[in-house]
């Protein structure tokens, strides 16, 4: 296992993350503990010592299983991570009431690591609204207190999201987590994410390195363009050693829902392979033509929106339409949109065609509305 440096930690570059752990009958609410449990020990005898899970996982029945998990073992052999769920915003005037049910699930005293869950566009005024919820406040005395170690937040927002919190909180936040791969490097403009929290020397903790499984396998002819730089190296690793390619990522977070996954994640993680300019060029060149089919090809110039009488901010609107495209469903667009007044939202457009008028792309937008709010049902 190879470890990264955190303050005055040594973490192992792979984390466990508990949101995909093996259930039963395929219902994400019955997690297989046997076979959780299974794979705890094997991470932990193979080197792992970062264990991540959050409130919602699983039914809410990831920190149960994991807390279970970890019972065996002294505390201080493993890094905890869990999330206050501020996604939920019933959960919002709840912080100390759900805080204190994680340490009695999970069964600690303390957590190593502890986030803002998901900071995001129908989110961000209740986290920074401290007077009335204090959310801020009261993870910031736990942390005074010693109940949290380390104190950082996850991110699906856009980048105006993640600027204000960090304009807000960033000097008091210890990391990030971002949803990073080298396909969202440019689709969720990740590069320029990691640009921002660098600039605050805040350190990257990854999510979704294989974008829910999607880069774990990919077109026979983008196989081979791999195969042929590297022969020995799996398709999945290809994902792991682009984030060991940046250098201000510490914690490389895998939810791994077998232990077969888990086996070969760890053999990937005996070692560190960066990859060379060539292979870094090749991959995004891969994520490229992948991105280029079912999206549209929006470059944000902005004309379209003085042409629209609706008042519709047509470029955000299509970045999340190709979000939503590609993933072929999720939550991060319907999520983005549900902070949106319902009149600024794609079925608002009335199908005018002015912006098309003037886009550089030639793009159909007002069938791309048709068709988001279709998909959107």
Same mark, same amino acid.
């Given at each position: %296992? ?10 192992? @570059? ?6 995909r ?5 395929g ?11 299974k794979?705890? #020990? ?11 899970? @959050?409130?919602g996982?699983?039914?809410e ?7 279970? @998990?970890?019972?065996?073992?002294p ?8 999330k206050f769920p501020?996604?939920d ?14 340490l009695e ?23 920074l ?5 204090g ?8 942390k ?15 980048? #105006?999201?993640?600027?204000?919190f960090?304009?807000?909180?960033g ?20 590069k320029e ?9 805040i350190?990257?903790?990854? %999510? ?10 990919l077109?026979?002819?983008y ?5 042929a ?16 390619s940046?250098?201000?990522v ?11 996954q ?43 929106v ?6 519709l ?19 991060? @667009?319907? %999520?983005a ?8 939202k794609?079925?608002?457009c ?8 003037v ?6 937008i ?8 279709e998909?959107?049902g």
């Open positions: %296992m190879i470890y990264r440096v955190f303050q005055d930690l040594k973490l192992s @570059a792979l984390g466990f993350g508990a949101m752990l093996p259930v039963i009958d219902d994400d609410s019955r997690i297989d503990e046997a076979a959780a449990m794979m705890v #020990d094997t991470a932990m005898a193979n080197g792992i010592n970062y264990y991540d899970t @959050a409130w996982y699983h039914g029945n990831s920190e149960l299983v994991m807390g279970k @998990a970890l019972a065996k073992y505390r201080e052999n493993f890094y905890l991570a869990t501020g996604y915003p019933g959960n919002w005037g709840k912080v100390e009431e759900i805080f204190e049910k994680q699930k999970l069964q600690v005293e303390y957590f190593d690591f502890y986030l803002f869950h998901n900071v995001c566009e129908m989110n961000i005024d209740a986290y609204d401290d007077e009335k919820y959310i801020y406040s009261y993870l910031m005395e736990q005074k207190n010693g109940r949290i170690k380390h104190l950082g937040f996850s991110c699906h927002g856009a980048m #105006d999201i993640l600027k204000r960090l304009d807000a909180y000097n008091d936040m210890e990391f990030c987590q971002l949803q990073l791969n080298y396909l969202d490097w440019t689709f969720q403009h990740d994410k990691v640009e921002v929290l660098n600039e605050k020397n350190p990257v903790w990854v %999510m979704e390195p294989l974008r829910g499984g999607k880069l774990a396998k077109e026979p002819a196989e081979e363009s791999l195969k730089l590297r022969p020995d190296e799996e398709i999945p690793a290809w994902a792991f050693r682009f984030l060991q940046i250098p201000s510490t914690m490389i977070l895998s939810g791994m829902s077998n232990q077969e888990l086996e070969k994640n760890l053999k990937t993680f005996e070692t560190d392979q960066k990859l060379n300019e060539e292979e870094m060029q090749t991959l995004l060149g891969i994520a490229d033509k992948m991105l280029s089919v079912g999206t549209v090809p929006c470059t944000a110039c902005h004309y379209c003085s042409h629209c009488p609706q008042g901010d047509i470029p955000h609107l299509l970045s999340l339409y190709n979000e939503h495209a590609y993933t072929g469903g999720g939550f991060i @667009a319907p %999520m949109l549900s902070a949106l007044d319902e009149d600024k794609p079925q608002s009335i199908g005018c065609r002015s912006c098309e008028q886009c550089p792309q030639q793009i159909k007002s069938e791309v509305m048709a068709d988001f709010t998909k959107l």
